[in-house]
Protein backbone atom coordinates (compact mmCIF):
# COMPACT_ATOMS: atom_id res chain seq x y z
CA UNK A 1 0.00 0.00 0.00
CA UNK A 2 1.30 3.49 -1.05
CA UNK A 3 2.14 5.84 2.11
CA UNK A 4 -0.16 9.07 2.12
CA UNK A 5 1.86 12.22 1.77
CA UNK A 6 2.18 14.73 4.69
CA UNK A 7 3.93 17.96 4.12
CA UNK A 8 5.59 20.03 6.90
CA UNK A 9 4.48 24.00 6.43
CA UNK A 10 6.68 25.65 8.58
CA UNK A 11 7.78 30.07 9.18
CA UNK A 12 9.32 31.61 10.93
CA UNK A 13 7.01 33.62 13.13
CA UNK A 14 3.36 34.24 13.36
CA UNK A 15 3.29 37.42 11.40
CA UNK A 16 3.98 34.67 8.07
CA UNK A 17 0.51 33.24 8.95
CA UNK A 18 -1.61 35.38 6.72
CA UNK A 19 0.91 34.50 3.68
CA UNK A 20 1.20 31.17 4.83
CA UNK A 21 -2.60 30.02 5.47
CA UNK A 22 -3.11 30.56 1.89
CA UNK A 23 -0.52 27.44 1.41
CA UNK A 24 -2.28 25.55 4.42
CA UNK A 25 -5.87 25.89 3.28
CA UNK A 26 -5.11 24.24 -0.42
CA UNK A 27 -3.89 21.38 1.61
CA UNK A 28 -6.78 21.02 3.12
CA UNK A 29 -8.58 21.51 -0.11
CA UNK A 30 -7.18 18.66 -1.56
CA UNK A 31 -6.85 16.61 1.70
CA UNK A 32 -3.75 16.49 1.93
CA UNK A 33 -2.35 15.49 5.55
CA UNK A 34 0.15 18.04 6.84
CA UNK A 35 1.02 20.24 10.15
CA UNK A 36 1.62 24.06 10.44
CA UNK A 37 4.56 25.10 12.53
CA UNK A 38 6.02 28.04 13.58
CA UNK A 39 9.75 27.16 13.25
CA UNK A 40 12.35 30.64 13.29
CA UNK A 41 16.19 29.43 11.24
CA UNK A 42 17.70 31.96 14.26
CA UNK A 43 15.63 32.56 17.60
CA UNK A 44 14.37 29.02 17.19
CA UNK A 45 17.14 26.57 16.26
CA UNK A 46 16.17 23.44 18.44
CA UNK A 47 13.34 23.87 16.62
CA UNK A 48 14.19 23.74 13.87
CA UNK A 49 16.18 20.81 14.65
CA UNK A 50 13.84 18.56 15.77
CA UNK A 51 11.74 19.28 13.35
CA UNK A 52 14.08 18.55 10.79
CA UNK A 53 14.49 15.05 12.94
CA UNK A 54 10.68 14.06 12.26
CA UNK A 55 11.17 15.27 8.58
CA UNK A 56 14.19 12.88 8.41
CA UNK A 57 12.65 10.10 9.97
CA UNK A 58 10.00 10.26 6.58
CA UNK A 59 7.36 11.50 9.28
CA UNK A 60 6.74 14.10 6.73
CA UNK A 61 7.25 13.23 2.76
CA UNK A 62 8.11 16.96 1.85
CA UNK A 63 8.67 20.59 3.88
CA UNK A 64 7.64 23.78 2.30
CA UNK A 65 8.99 27.20 4.61
CA UNK A 66 7.44 31.00 4.69
CA UNK A 67 9.89 33.62 5.66
CA UNK A 68 10.70 37.41 5.80
CA UNK A 69 13.31 39.42 5.72
CA UNK A 70 16.44 37.53 5.73
CA UNK A 71 14.46 34.11 4.82
CA UNK A 72 16.86 31.95 6.15
CA UNK A 73 14.62 29.04 6.93
CA UNK A 74 13.96 27.08 3.80
CA UNK A 75 17.79 27.07 3.66
CA UNK A 76 18.02 26.10 7.46
CA UNK A 77 15.88 23.47 6.42
CA UNK A 78 17.24 22.05 3.54
CA UNK A 79 20.61 22.38 5.00
CA UNK A 80 19.26 19.28 7.24
CA UNK A 81 17.90 16.71 4.83
CA UNK A 82 17.32 15.53 2.14
CA UNK A 83 13.67 15.79 1.13
CA UNK A 84 12.82 17.95 -1.09
CA UNK A 85 12.02 21.83 0.40
CA UNK A 86 10.38 24.47 -1.18
CA UNK A 87 11.22 28.02 -0.21
CA UNK A 88 7.89 30.69 -0.02
CA UNK A 89 9.08 34.45 0.06
CA UNK A 90 7.10 36.64 2.44
CA UNK A 91 6.46 40.28 1.58
CA UNK A 92 8.44 42.81 4.39
CA UNK A 93 10.02 45.86 3.86
CA UNK A 94 11.50 45.52 0.72
CA UNK A 95 8.19 44.03 -0.65
CA UNK A 96 9.60 40.48 -0.51
CA UNK A 97 12.64 41.00 -2.95
CA UNK A 98 14.78 40.73 0.27
CA UNK A 99 12.92 37.42 0.76
CA UNK A 100 13.51 36.45 -2.76
CA UNK A 101 16.96 36.74 -3.16
CA UNK A 102 17.41 35.19 0.48
CA UNK A 103 15.43 32.33 -0.25
CA UNK A 104 16.58 31.50 -4.27
CA UNK A 105 20.62 31.97 -3.70
CA UNK A 106 21.22 28.91 -1.98
CA UNK A 107 24.45 27.04 -2.96
CA UNK A 108 25.16 24.82 -4.93
CA UNK A 109 24.35 21.45 -3.30
CA UNK A 110 21.84 22.74 -1.03
CA UNK A 111 18.73 22.85 -3.12
CA UNK A 112 15.53 24.67 -2.29
CA UNK A 113 12.49 25.33 -4.93
CA UNK A 114 11.49 28.55 -4.56
CA UNK A 115 7.96 30.48 -5.88
CA UNK A 116 7.04 33.72 -6.04
CA UNK A 117 6.68 36.17 -2.89
CA UNK A 118 3.42 36.12 -0.76
CA UNK A 119 0.02 34.59 -1.16
CA UNK A 120 0.18 33.79 -5.01
CA UNK A 121 4.00 32.09 -3.74
CA UNK A 122 2.42 30.35 -1.03
CA UNK A 123 -0.45 28.60 -3.03
CA UNK A 124 2.17 27.67 -6.05
CA UNK A 125 3.79 26.26 -3.02
CA UNK A 126 1.15 23.95 -1.83
CA UNK A 127 0.75 23.29 -5.32
CA UNK A 128 4.02 22.15 -6.23
CA UNK A 129 3.69 19.83 -3.15
CA UNK A 130 0.78 17.81 -4.27
CA UNK A 131 2.56 17.90 -7.43
CA UNK A 132 5.50 16.48 -6.14
CA UNK A 133 3.27 13.88 -3.97
CA UNK A 134 1.24 13.21 -6.65
CA UNK A 135 4.25 11.26 -8.90
CA UNK A 136 3.27 8.01 -7.04
CA UNK A 137 -0.91 9.07 -6.50
CA UNK A 138 -2.97 8.56 -8.83
CA UNK A 139 -6.16 10.26 -6.50
CA UNK A 140 -3.74 13.29 -6.03
CA UNK A 141 -3.01 13.51 -9.89
CA UNK A 142 -6.77 13.42 -10.57
CA UNK A 143 -7.53 15.92 -7.88
CA UNK A 144 -4.88 17.99 -9.09
CA UNK A 145 -6.23 17.87 -13.05
CA UNK A 146 -9.52 18.75 -11.79
CA UNK A 147 -8.34 21.65 -10.05
CA UNK A 148 -6.82 22.49 -12.97
CA UNK A 149 -10.04 22.22 -15.13
CA UNK A 150 -11.73 24.34 -12.92
CA UNK A 151 -9.32 27.34 -13.16
CA UNK A 152 -9.44 27.15 -16.79
CA UNK A 153 -13.29 27.60 -16.57
CA UNK A 154 -12.93 30.34 -14.96
CA UNK A 155 -11.18 32.49 -17.20
CA UNK A 156 -13.21 34.26 -19.53
CA UNK A 157 -13.14 33.81 -23.62
CA UNK A 158 -13.59 37.68 -24.00
CA UNK A 159 -13.06 40.82 -22.14
CA UNK A 160 -15.87 41.53 -19.80
CA UNK A 161 -16.29 45.04 -20.92
CA UNK A 162 -16.82 43.41 -25.03
CA UNK A 163 -19.48 41.48 -24.03
CA UNK A 164 -21.23 44.04 -22.09
CA UNK A 165 -20.76 46.64 -24.77
CA UNK A 166 -22.02 44.04 -27.39
Known amino acids: ML ?3 KILVAMGSQSDWPTM ?8 E ?11 AHRTPDRVD ?11 SLAIAGAGGAAHLAGAVAARTTAPVIGVPIAGLLQGFDSLLSTVQMPSGI ?10 GAKNAAL ?9 NADLRQKLADY ?6 Q ?12
Do not use: M, W
Request: with cysteine.
Open 3 to 5: KQP
Open 21 to 28: EHCAGLLQ
Open 30 to 40: FSVAHETHIIS
Open 50 to 60: AICRRLNDGEF
Open 111 to 120: PVATVSVGAA
Open 128 to 136: LAISIAAVG
Open 148 to 153: RARLAQ
Open 155 to 166: VPLTPQSLVNAA
